[in-house]
């Protein structure tokens, strides 16, 4: 391999000797019919021969016989590269088949829908069922905590009768208090369920006016 630190592929091919019209012609086929240039660092390299170690460098390709720029060659991908690229990829393609399922629902809104209250009915079985949860869970905390008052009530007029609380009773005061923070975790949860579901329902009767032609957009 031959490597020339500073040139012009012009000036290369002005060098070569004059020889007879069929010993050109071999030599022509015989000779390399590209030349490579590609960045070391700061050093600027060019070959006829692209060595192991520059294969996944950027380079620009040169016809030898024209003195032409044939072409250029991006560098490669590193693995972290790639993987952003395949990331990408793949969300544009999720964010694609939302699209796509967004116009498909939107159509079968309008289709299946006449008015706003056949679409209110839709969302009231979850609004049904969030709402009873919500109910059940208000009274077990209600439940809860009146019964772990009475076991603190108990073991405090214990205590001042100078009377030491029993393990049992002390266990049962452990288990209600952490039943307590159980039931009011799940009451919350509830709670903010209900609060996403009034979002979702507004939501989609806004696009369900906008798409009639009765509503503007709130995003303007």
Not at 33 to 56: F, M
Not at 114 to 136: K, M, P
Request: proline letters at 3%; charged letters at 30%; one cysteine or more.
């Amino acid at each position: 391999m031959s490597r020339f630190a500073s040139f012009t592929v012009v000036g290369l091919l002005l060098a070569v000797p004059l020889l007879p019209a069929q010993a050109q012609k071999r030599a022509a086929d015989a000779a390399p019919k590209k030349l490579y240039c590609w960045n070391k660092g700061s050093e600027r390299i060019c070959s006829d021969a692209l060595p192991q170690e520059a294969v996944n460098s950027a380079r620009e390709e040169f016809n030898l016989r024209s003195g032409m720029r044939s072409g250029e060659v991006q560098r490669a991908l590193t693995d972290e590269e790639r993987a952003d690229a395949a990331a990408q990829a793949a969300q544009q393609r999720l964010d694609l088949a939302a699209e796509q399922t967004r116009q498909r629902t939107e159509q079968a809104m309008l289709a299946t829908y006449e008015s706003e209250d056949d679409l209110r009915r839709v969302f009231a079985e979850r609004s049904g069922i969030l709402d009873n949860n919500i109910h059940t869970a208000s009274y077990n905390v209600a439940s809860v905590r009146d019964a772990l008052v009475t076991l603190l009530a108990s073991a405090g007029n214990r205590e001042l009768d100078g009377q030491p609380v029993p393990d049992k009773q002390a266990e049962r005061i452990r288990q209600r208090h952490a039943e307590l923070v159980t039931q009011r975790r799940m009451q919350a949860s509830f709670e903010q369920q209900r609060r996403a579901l009034d979002v979702e329902i507004e939501s989609t009767l806004q696009r369900y006016r906008l798409l009639k032609g009765v509503g503007s957009d709130p995003r303007g």
